[in-house]
């Protein structure tokens, strides 16, 4: 079963840097928009941002400027940089397509702290 990867998630203080990485195992991607998500304790999860077929991009309103969402068609994979984090970004990040929602993958754990 096809299945989605996230990596590239830890520990930095406020004003670091991340980039997140989310390989899927299955075929077709370029087929779809592509997009991460957050989810914090409690809390539902909520997509953050996405990149479409045609490489048009759109962000969460607090992320936008900060967040930059890529994607490698070939490689199979997406990416989201992140930059200038805020404690508020401390999340679990998983990447999904949000046209057609696959199962979750185990997601990636960035936690923001001085």
């Known amino acids: 079963q096809a299945q989605f990867v996230e990596s590239g998630g830890g520990l930095v203080q406020p004003g670091g840097s991340l980039e997140l990485s989310c390989a899927y195992s299955?075929?077709?991607?370029?087929?779809?928009?592509m997009a991460w998500y957050r989810q914090t304790p409690g809390n539902q999860r909520d997509w953050v941002a996405s990149?479409?077929?045609?490489?048009?991009?759109n962000y969460k309103d607090f992320v936008r400027g900060r967040f930059t969402i890529s994607k490698d068609n070939v490689k199979k994979m997406w990416y989201l940089q992140m930059n200038s984090l805020k404690a508020a970004d401390t999340a679990v990040y998983y990447c999904?397509?949000?046209?057609?929602?696959?199962?979750w993958g185990q997601g990636t754990q960035v936690t923001v702290s001085s």
């Open positions: 299955g075929s077709n991607i370029n087929m779809f928009t």
């Open positions: 990149v479409s077929r045609g490489c048009t991009t």
């Open positions: 999904n397509f949000p046209n057609s929602l696959r199962t």
